[in-house]
């Protein structure tokens, strides 16, 4: 028997349609969640089968119609699957075959077995090296000019040269979702002009404004998928939310919705916000990668198919979910993938409802929690025998302090008075919330001068009124010489207070599969997935603040402002603890910090980098050695404007991200 996934005559079948029930109701949503209103989003609730969000699903889940994977509201019978060349393509439709070939195939003895793996080994996939493993087959495609792929290599059909065939192909690979819906990745120009898909936007060369350039192409492109997607609409298609980079298409059958996003690669740049683009430039673009940073796809269609081919299998391994169109949606999408495991099995916090900010009576501006900048003019001391400057920062901090930390969740509690200040006294310490404190001046405090105040909404010559998370608040309790100032709860003067009945680690399995996952990508030298992870926590993690990101109901949980908050004071304060220590052995204080990087004067042989590998640990982030010129620019430097001049050209070889800064 030959493998389900060789090559077949797709486009040569008769243009019959099938009406048989979908292949998997893991792939499809009652007609009630779909009321989608954010056109980026989508989630299966809890109460959907999700059988295909298992990390070991493979290309059998789609080809065979009682797999274990088939949630029991469809009937396997009925199922359609894919033809292979033994079928009589003559008796057959475009969506599907009898399923009895197929069940003598499940049931056959060992030697059967053998005997395909012997046609497979014959027939090996379009690409063995790197090997890109099968867990991404069945639940996405790649399509080039040349022809379409499962993500592991094997050839499936020829070239896609018209939406009518686009819908054949879909319909035919019934696949299923993976903690996203399934895709269908457009590489290369060449294939989008197959499809009608052309746009000329202009070159980036003939604008001032790349972000004009980009509105213009992503009006272009979405004006040519209107016109050109009518096929598929006519064919029982619906389109959730304007089409661009993404066109995610749905089609309902019976109570049931099956959705599937069809991913044009050529044109992802179109789509910009701080996930994709940063200071006028082309930043991170996904699992696609990042042009600035070399780890875009290869030029050449076919090695670019391949090397997609591997990241959406790594991603499927290690995350157990499809990369979303943004990192920040993938993060989510895992998000969601452990909320339904959790959900069904009774166990580990399941949190439903967004968190937002409650009404605050004298909220800051900006961040609740900033991130702290700050720099300073370097003294003789700092000076004297230093030929390097480094800039070090806490390995993935926002990762590290994501699993560390316990968030509030459920319907906050206002406190005020005595019984917000009672609150803070617990056997465990203060609970989870928002603390309105006065913070003292800074020069009423014994703090070290060479480093920034311990909150960045302290003032040095009066005192401040503010709300800070808990997080902050256990930090200003600290000893000085960990980075806090010693307070006592009473010397904050508590007034008001907002406490969430609930707390846990919500996000500890989160984290630890993405650190998981970030080992395996740094231990293999995979560059690509290990900035695509950072993107992922990151986008995430910077997405909790802002509620229109998630204004799809099954996604709502997502917007949780104060979690981020106090990632940000947990790195925050984890940094000043860590530069007393550097103080204390070391005898060098830093000239400058954005986030949680920080930036010293060394000499030739000193080292101030944590050993340990664990996240949230300082490693070094850039070292260049000092010209005179460097160094006389620096130790000459008259405000904090010429020391930032004199660091951005030492650096200026380097990365131009600092730290967690980019979200």
């Avoid at 379009?126 to 087959?137: F, I, L, Q, R």
């Avoid at 066109?247 to 044109?267: K, Q, W």
């Avoid at 993938?337 to 099995?345: D, N, Q, Y």
Wanted: a negative charge; charged letters at 25%; one cysteine or more.
């Amino acid at each position: 028997m030959s493998s389900s996934w060789e090559q077949i005559p797709l486009f040569a079948l008769p243009e019959a349609t099938a009406t048989a029930s979908p292949s998997s109701t893991d792939d499809l949503l009652p007609d009630d969640d779909v009321l989608l209103t954010d056109d980026d989003a989508v989630s299966v609730d809890a109460d959907v089968c999700v059988a295909a969000d298992r990390a070991d699903s493979k290309s059998a889940v789609a080809a065979h119609p009682e797999s274990p994977e088939q949630c029991d509201v469809a009937e396997a019978d009925d199922t359609p699957t894919p033809p292979t060349p033994e079928t009589d393509s003559e008796a057959v439709d475009s969506e599907g075959v009898d399923g009895d070939e197929e069940d003598d195939d499940a049931a056959s003895s060992d030697t059967a077995g053998n005997e395909e793996a012997g046609n497979d080994a014959a027939d090996p996939p379009v690409w063995e090296t790197p090997p890109a493993g099968e867990d991404a087959d069945g639940h996405a495609l790649i399509v080039t000019a040349a022809g379409t792929y499962t993500p592991s290599g094997r050839e499936l059909t020829g070239p896609v040269d018209s939406v009518e065939k686009l819908d054949k192909l879909i319909r035919w690979a019934s696949l299923t979702p993976l903690g996203a819906p399934a895709q269908i990745w457009v590489v290369g120009q060449a294939a989008c002009e197959l499809l009608g898909w052309i746009i000329d936007p202009g070159s980036e060369d003939d604008v001032d404004d790349m972000e004009a350039l980009r509105n213009r192409a992503a009006q272009e492109l979405t004006a040519v998928l209107h016109a050109t997607l009518t096929p598929m609409l006519n064919a029982g298609w619906e389109l959730r939310g304007e089409p661009g980079h993404v066109v995610h298409l749905s089609r309902s059958i019976g109570n049931f919705t099956s959705m599937v996003d069809v991913v044009i690669e050529p044109y992802v740049w179109t789509y910009w916000n701080k996930d994709f683009g940063w200071h006028n430039r082309v930043g991170d673009m996904g699992i696609l990668g990042s042009p600035t940073a070399g780890t875009y796809l290869p030029d050449d269609d076919l090695p670019a198919a391949r090397e997609l081919g591997r990241r959406l299998a790594w991603c499927a391994t290690h995350l157990g979910v499809l990369p979303g169109p943004t990192p920040a949606r993938t993060g989510a999408a895992l998000v969601d993938k452990i909320k339904r495991e959790r959900t069904r099995s009774g166990k580990g916090i399941v949190v439903t409802t967004p968190g937002s900010v409650p009404p605050l009576d004298g909220a800051p501006r900006g961040d609740l929690e900033p991130a702290v900048g700050w720099t300073r003019v370097p003294d003789a001391q700092d000076v004297d025998g230093a030929s390097r400057l480094v800039s070090i920062d806490q390995r993935a901090a926002y990762l590290a302090s994501a699993g560390m930390l316990e968030f509030g969740y459920g319907q906050p509690q206002h406190l005020t008075g005595g019984a917000a200040a009672a609150a803070a006294v617990g056997e465990k310490g203060a609970p989870f919330g928002l603390w309105r404190i006065t913070l003292p001046p800074g020069q009423t405090l014994s703090l070290p001068e060479k480093l920034p105040l311990p909150h960045p909404h302290m003032l040095t010559n009066q005192p401040v009124q503010t709300w800070v998370t808990t997080v902050s608040l256990d930090g200003l309790c600290s000893p000085v010489a960990d980075g806090g100032i010693g307070a006592d709860l009473d010397d904050l003067d508590i007034t008001e207070a907002w406490v969430y009945p609930q707390q846990g680690r919500a996000l500890d399995k989160w984290a630890k599969i993405l650190r998981e996952a970030r080992k395996a990508a740094v231990d293999t030298d995979d560059d690509a997935t290990k900035r695509f992870l950072g993107t992922c926590y990151k986008g995430y993690i910077g997405r909790m603040v802002n509620p229109d990101m998630w204004t799809a109901k099954q996604m709502q949980h997502h917007h949780q402002p104060l979690w981020r908050a106090s990632i940000i004071a947990h790195c925050r304060w984890r940094g000043r603890r860590v530069a007393m220590r550097i103080a204390r052995e070391h005898g060098r204080w830093p000239v400058r910090t954005v986030t949680d990087s920080w930036v010293y004067l060394l000499s030739g042989g000193e080292d101030i980098a944590d050993l340990s590998d664990a996240l949230g640990k300082m490693s070094v982030e850039k070292d260049t050695l000092l010209t005179d010129t460097l160094l006389s620019d620096l130790a000459s430097a008259q405000d904090v404007h010429e020391v930032n001049l004199a660091i951005k050209a030492a650096f200026a070889d380097e990365d131009e991200d600092e730290g967690e800064g980019v979200l």
